[in-house]
């Protein structure tokens, strides 16, 4: 089985990480979607939330039975080696993405991780978006409904309206 890993914090899960979700797939038996639980980065949603959202968005796609969603912390070293998969992927959308992703293959090969890391250019139409765009079009009342997974919007719609609340 060639199963393939897909990190990162997803807070929330965009269609640009669905893009890479559905091309990725197109080159694994498996994609493993690693959900970081603690980083460096304070997340806006729940792990949790953060599953339930992506359990969702996966459900866009037409092999969502060959998508395997789940948390992890620690090194992605350890996660990739302990789960069996052969490489990780990451999307692009910019130089200045690159030039993060080629120091984190390198930080990983420092770190003898076995795996290869693939990287998969962002569609044009979605190389400008991220999840902190998506906060602030929140924050600021705007209709953000284009950019998310059809099956997850009204689910992070609501996670967004209860955080207001607390
Ligand atoms: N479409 C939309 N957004 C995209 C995207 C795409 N194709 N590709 C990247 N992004 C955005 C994300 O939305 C996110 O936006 P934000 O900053 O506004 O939240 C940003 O790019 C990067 O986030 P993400 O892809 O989730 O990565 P990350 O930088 O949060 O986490 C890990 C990357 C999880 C791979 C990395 O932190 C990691 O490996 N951590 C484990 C510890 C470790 O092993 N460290 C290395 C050795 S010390």
């Not at 992703?101 to 390198?106: F, K």
């Not at 044009?124 to 919007?153: C, G, T, V």
Request: proline share 4%; charged share 25%; hydrophobic share 40%.
């Amino acid at each position: 089985m060639y199963r393939l890993v897909y990190p990162g914090s997803f807070d929330p899960p965009t269609l640009g990480h669905l893009d890479i979700m559905a091309r990725a797939l197109r080159l694994c038996d498996e994609l493993r979607v690693a959900v970081l639980t603690s980083g460096s980065k304070q997340a806006r949603f729940s792990l949790e939330q953060r599953l339930d959202m992506l359990h969702l968005a996966i459900q866009d796609l037409d092999q969502a039975s060959r998508v395997v969603v789940e948390g992890f912390s620690g090194l992605l070293v350890d996660y990739v080696q302990a789960c069996g998969g052969q490489a990780v992927v990451r999307g692009v959308r910019n130089v200045s993405d690159f030039s993060y992703e080629e120091n984190m293959a390198e930080i990983n090969r420092q770190l003898c991780a076995p795996h290869e890391t693939i990287l998969l250019p962002a569609k044009p139409e979605l190389a400008f978006m991220s999840s902190s765009l998506i906060k602030e079009m929140d924050r600021l009342d705007q209709d953000y409904r284009a950019w998310l997974p059809a099956s997850s919007y009204a689910y992070t719609k609501e996670a967004f309206r209860q955080a207001h609340v607390v």
